[in-house]
């Protein structure tokens, strides 16, 4: 199964491991994308997501059937992103693959994050204690 | 909704994000076009009309939640089409 | 911080999330190993795990310093791993990590469990539907 | 426990683990042995006296928890030192 979705409110780790936990597979492997507090020195409060909703979800979707085709012994995997206000500490994303064995969820976590990246139609603004304005992002890697 | 202006042009449907959304000062729009158009002069009309110019060579464009590849190419609108102009993104 | 422990419950995956994740890190990398049902088409039932538990905390804490000199980004780290009888579906092992950046938390929790799994004294029995006495299993890669 | 016996060999403990545990029948021995010792020497007499013969070849060991990684080397033993059988392991 796939799990893809924009959520409003903090996102529960151990709920979306238990979406892909299985039976059949020995390994489960998680990435999770936390607010840090600094950016080049400034001292960040929070961060604000947007994103191309419909856009963002149907990219979450070609993502899934990328890591199928790449790696078709994947069980279940999950997307889910937060938008709206993130504190510090809290999660934006959260991705995480099960499989029979190690190296495909591993691996496909590690690809899935690169791409969520470069090609989901999400946006963050960090919001600076000195600068409520604050400061458009872009992702560079 | 239906009906094409006088002039030959159809009315789409223009999304803006981030920046781009500051910048236009609103999130939505409506924007009378050719039916067929280069992605290129598509884009320089929303960044005149919509005062983008400052993020002119980093936007982007999606027509109907497909992203454009190519300024170069034709993009055949129809009425009601979904442009959505997108900055750098920066998700994760 | 390192975190390791043998645990003989139920391991919380939000609890050891919550143990790694921090203020300055944008990245936290987990992976899970879980009992899986099969084994060359036999049913298993459960695992039952046990240590030489001194020598696996040394080799644990080992495998936190070879983390630490690999990638000295690393904030934190725990590595949790479950004694006694593991039932089909639950968790043996969870390892995870956090940093400023992502490649590091994710190239090292996939360096972790190939350390864990060909160094650190633990032994683990399947125990099949057919034959309750089991089978002492090996770790191959 | 700190006086050598009469033959000048020391007691050592010795810790089973999984199938080793299950062929020796207990987890846990005192052994005499000569205090400098070839470790695979030492594996040789495990081996025998607790009817491991049947793991001899995947069997490693370990001193005060530190695996032996050469078993041609000399091993230094003191009165109560702990040497682990380490049958293929398999955490994870």
Known sequence: ?141 | MNEENKSGTININILFFAKSRELAKTSRAVFAVEPVVQAGQLLKQLVDRFDLSAISNCIILAHNENYIENLDEDIHLQQADEIAVIPPISGG
Not at chain 1, 3 to 13: A, H, R
Not at chain 1, 33 to 62: C, P
Not at chain 1, 117 to 128: G, L, Q
């Open chain 1, 1 to 141: 199964m796939d799990y893809i979705k924009l959520v409003s409110n903090k996102i529960d780790i151990q709920q979306v491991h238990n979406l892909i936990v299985d039976d059949g597979c020995g390994a489960c492997s998680m990435f999770v994308g936390t607010t840090r507090d600094t950016f080049e020195g400034k001292k960040v409060i929070s961060l604000e997501y947007e994103a191309y909703e419909n856009m963002a979800l149907k990219e979450m979707s070609k993502i899934c059937s990328e890591l199928r085709t790449r790696w078709p012994i994947l069980k279940h995997i999950a997307i889910y992103h937060r938008l709206g206000t993130v504190p510090v500490r809290e999660e934006s994303v959260v991705i995480a693959t099960s499989s029979p064995h190690r190296a495909a969820a591993l691996e496909s976590v590690s690809f899935a994050i690169d791409e969520l990246k470069s090609r989901v139609p999400i946006w963050k603004k960090e919001i600076y204690e000195e600068d409520p304005v604050g400061e458009w992002k872009e992702n560079k890697e």
